[in-house]
């Protein structure tokens, strides 16, 4: 029997199954693994779904818990880890690693580039990538906005230093 | 324009991803989690179960019923009664700092709490070794001053060289036990905890340089 929250959380997750794989995809190393992270940020969102009260955007609720179990909560582990399939087997999940040959040499490096970076400069690129405002980085980090920016500007000349060596 | 400008055109844009179904979703919130929280709680149950468990054997041991013999009370007693609060303190300790664990927190406050779950227990099972040695210590006193076999083998010796001798062979055996003890359960801390808290603690670490 499904409850009525159960149905809420799993039709509010499949509308923002995106950003779960965006996350994924920085954090993981191949399918297997970005299919593993996936179930434990699922799991994690739904076992924090009681306290989400609808203050805050669904959306944003699940960016913190996101980057949390990509960064903190989750565990690489060497279980066999293919517990679910997606619908289309032949699909794969695009990896730097099987970036298209036609698309941008650059791309490609600095896709490579950031995939080396640490977990904390991960986090605060993804939530620039997908156009989160400083204030927002600082809060989801739990830094100042000040050193938001110079952990920003720092990652810049990191990733110009590393792509122009 | 910038590298990052460049990666956030590509990013925005280009995001295929095969699509779940709500059915295959709904498969996954009946997954069990591998959280390093979860990890971290059941390894600190067992812990603190071990070395209750340890304290509980102590106390039917054959040892501990010659100790009763020697009407010392007034040593025992204050040493298990704050054995005992200490334990309550600890339990307590982690519970609050286990229920503070919130994946909805700041990345920062949330690896605080995760930290600070584990130096709990670290600091329970510190307690313990030190309780263990002061309980060593306090034993082989009370047993060098109150054992009667002890009492009969001393009496044999006419030098207080001798003396010396046998106490010297005592106080080395104890610390060599005490070193052995430290050494295997740090090595195995080591094992267990540092594996499974190495990622964490190297962020957090990122996270404090970027503060001073």
Redesign the interface.
Known sequence: M?STK?IE???Q??KH??LI??IC?LYSNGDAEHKDL???I???L???YP??RGDSKFST?MY??G???A?????K?K?KIL??S???VS?K??QTETYDDSQDQ??KS??AA?KQF????K?V?FL????KSYKEIS??????EV?AR??MNR??KK??TQ?NP | M???E???K???K?????????K??????H???????K?IFILSIIEFCFWTLISLLMKDSEAQQRFDSYDIDYIIMPLMISGYIILAYFFVAFYKNYKKI??????????KN?LNTRKTVKHYVLFNLIFLYISIIVGIIIEVSNSVDLKLITAKFTDTADYFILYGIVAILTLLMMVLLTGILLGFYYLVYGL?LK??K??YK??QE??Q
């Open positions: 499904k159960e959380f799993v039709t997750i499949e199954q995106n794989h965006k995809r996936f179930q434990e699922t799991i994690q739904w076992k924090a306290k989400f609720w913190r818990v980057i949390n179990t960064i903190s909560l989750y565990r582990s279980r517990s679910y997606f619908d289309d699909y999940i695009p650059q791309l600095i896709y950031i640490n977990d904390i400069d986090a690129i620039y990538l997908e156009d809060e989801m980090i739990g830094i100042t050193n110079v952990k990652i810049k990733l110009k792509l | 910038d590298e990052l460049i990666l956030k590509d990013w925005q280009n995001q295929k991803f095969p699509k779940l179904s709500k295959e979703i709904y498969r996954l919130l997954k069990k989690s591998s959280s390093i929280v990890w919130s994946s909805t927190d700041s990345v920062k406050l949330l690896m995760i499974l990622r964490l190297k962020n990122v996270l970027l503060e």
